[in-house]
């Protein structure tokens, strides 16, 4: 390898294709607070040992944290993550600054984007494209595609519908639309059910849409926390999982991350391509998958 390619990050699409073991990856956020910078380094420090295969960095939903994300991916490669893959949403952008973006990570070496529309910014109801922006990832997939055919795409979807859904086949129909666009793979929105990532699979089987899916969990960390992002992304809060967390005391996180566990051994006995963990800027989270795959190893052949 000469050193210009060892800049330039592997598509993630091509770990996929070659893949002799599911791919493990993690989700960073640009902190607000010095504090939050605190805890982004430790978890960058201490989760380097477990070895995922790729980990991502989330594009602020304003403009605040923006500029970090790109900061951010360069000082995860610095801690020797490979490949990085900056989230890149279409809010408050126009076409020629999305370009100027792309243009620039892919001088960087970044090869792998996931594009996303992003939400309406705070205090709207309604997505409004921006003058001479785009209005869905759909759109900005086929621009990125375009403009640099070399990058890999991730899209986002959600088993259990999208806040804004107006139905389970418009929604397919849309995903649909984003991997015809140039998609490359498709990560969902974190769950607690595994039927629920079932039965959505199957739905994408029937659809045609033939990309890998990594599943994208979450360890509840306390009750508030999971009350609070299962009522923001719409996704069931279990029943079963809610009387573990509230009977667990001070053993909340274990309970959580236990459940999670659960739910990994399950999803890689049923063949999924890898598993993206929500981890928050903690290195807590990871523990699921790394007991999970102690789990399997151990009951391996029993
Ligand atoms: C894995 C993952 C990572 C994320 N990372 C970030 C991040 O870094 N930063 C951030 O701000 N947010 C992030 N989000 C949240 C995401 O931006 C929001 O959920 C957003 O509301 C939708 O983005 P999308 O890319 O899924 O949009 P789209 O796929 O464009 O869909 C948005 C809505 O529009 C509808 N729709 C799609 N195409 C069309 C069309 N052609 N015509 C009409 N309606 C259409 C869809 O059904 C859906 O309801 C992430 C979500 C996930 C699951």
Known sequence: M???????DRPISSLLAERDHPLLSYEFFPPKSETGMQSLQSAMEGLLDTHPDFVTITY???????????????????????????????????????????DRIH??????????????????SEFVPPADGFGNARDL????????????????????GHPESRGEA??????????????????TQLFLNNKVF????????????????????????????????CGMCQAELPAALLEKLENAGDNVQDA????????IVDLLQQGVPGIHLYILNQIKPALSYQLACRFIEMTRGL
């Not at 991916?73 to 809010?91: D, I, N, Q, S």
Request: with cysteine; hydrophobic share 40%.
């Open 198 to 229: 079932y039965r959505f699979r199957d739905r994408c089987d029937a659809a045609g849409i033939d990309i890998p899916i990594l599943p994208g969990l979450m360890p509840a960390l306390s009750v508030a926390q999971i009350q609070r992002i």
């Open 256 to 263: 959580g991350i236990l459940w999670c566990m659960e739910q």
């Open 107 to 124: 001088e960087d070496g970044f090869r792998n984007i996931m594009t996303l529309r992003g939400d309406p910014p705070k205090g709207d």
């Open 170 to 187: 418009e929604d397919i129909d849309y995903l649909k639309q984003k991997v015809d666009a140039g998609a490359d793979f498709i990560t």
């Open 141 to 160: 997939a086929a621009f990125l595609k375009n403009r640099h055919p070399d990058f890999c795409l991730g899209v986002a979807a959600y088993p259990e």
């Open 2 to 8: 000469s050193p210009i390619d060892s800049l330039i």
């Open 60 to 102: 602020g939903a304003g403009g605040s944290t923006r500029g970090q994300t790109f900061e951010i991916a360069e000082w995860l490669r610095r801690f020797r993550y490979r490949p990085v893959m900056p989230h890149l949403t279409c809010v408050g952008h126009s076409q020629a600054e999305l370009g100027d973006i792309a």
